[in-house]
């Protein structure tokens, strides 16, 4: 079974370019997350999408931050224009459960996307 | 939020079993425990969850307080490839179900 995929690995920008992230979440999940980490600190939950709708994105900085799901299967995150304390891994994970069950189950993530920001 | 303590740092020798305490006194009725880990440079791998009720599988068995207010993962036999952060994380039911990460237990085991 493929897993999460997320791409770049890798990218350098300057402060106020801006820059997309891709993620494929796993064959029919229905849920799907950005994640930020901050070196040495834990994942902090950006937005949550269940199929192409926004189940939570209180912690998204929306006045530069923007996710989309079209069609409920792939989603991009973007960042425009970009700070320097943008500098993070953004990690992608998916669910095959529908978001506000109980029990989501298990989060599958990806390997993330490393930002650095000049 | 349902709020976690867990221990910064834990140590453990190698094929010695190994204990990870989380105390989440905060916990609703509803909200389901779970353990992710982090291996440097990959995204956070799914442990176990569990709900009141002890569980196991093949990686390793969650033992939930009968007060639901603590939990401990247990890992039978620690190998080198389990040093690792390990995160508990309460499942917010009446918050669609998300997972808030915490600064998690970094765990390093020796040969």
């Known amino acids: 079974e493929a897993g999460v995929a997320q791409s770049p690995r890798y990218k350098i920008i300057e402060k106020r370019q801006s820059v997309a992230f891709w993620c494929n979440p796993i064959s029919g999940h229905a849920t799907l997350y950005w994640y930020q980490q901050i070196l040495g600190q834990g994942p902090k939950l950006l937005i949550q999408f269940q199929n192409n709708g926004v189940v939570d994105d209180s912690q998204l900085p929306k006045d530069r931050f923007s996710a989309e799901r079209l069609k409920g299967v792939d989603s991009t995150l973007k960042i425009q224009p970009a700070k320097l304390e943008d500098s993070a891994v953004y990690l992608c994970?998916?669910?095959?459960?529908?978001?506000?069950?109980?029990?989501?189950?298990?989060?599958?993530f990806g390997e993330g996307s490393r930002l650095t920001v000049l | 939020d349902a709020k976690t303590t867990q221990p910064n740092s834990m140590e453990s020798n190698e094929e010695e079993p190994v204990h990870l305490p989380c105390n989440h006194s905060t916990i609703s009725g509803t909200d389901y425990i779970h353990w992710y880990r982090q291996l440097p440079s990959q995204g956070p791998e799914y442990v176990i969850h569990?709900?009141?009720s002890n569980v196991n599988n093949r990686m390793a068995s969650l033992a939930i307080a009968e007060d639901r207010k603590s939990s401990t993962l247990i890992l039978h036999r620690a190998t080198l490839r389990d040093a690792a952060v390990y995160y508990c994380i309460p499942q917010i039911y009446n918050q669609g179900g998300k997972l808030i990460f915490g600064q998690g237990t970094e765990l390093s085991v020796k040969p």
């Open positions: 569990g709900l009141t």
């Open positions: 994970a998916s669910s095959l459960n529908v978001a506000g069950a109980t029990n989501t189950g298990e989060l599958f």
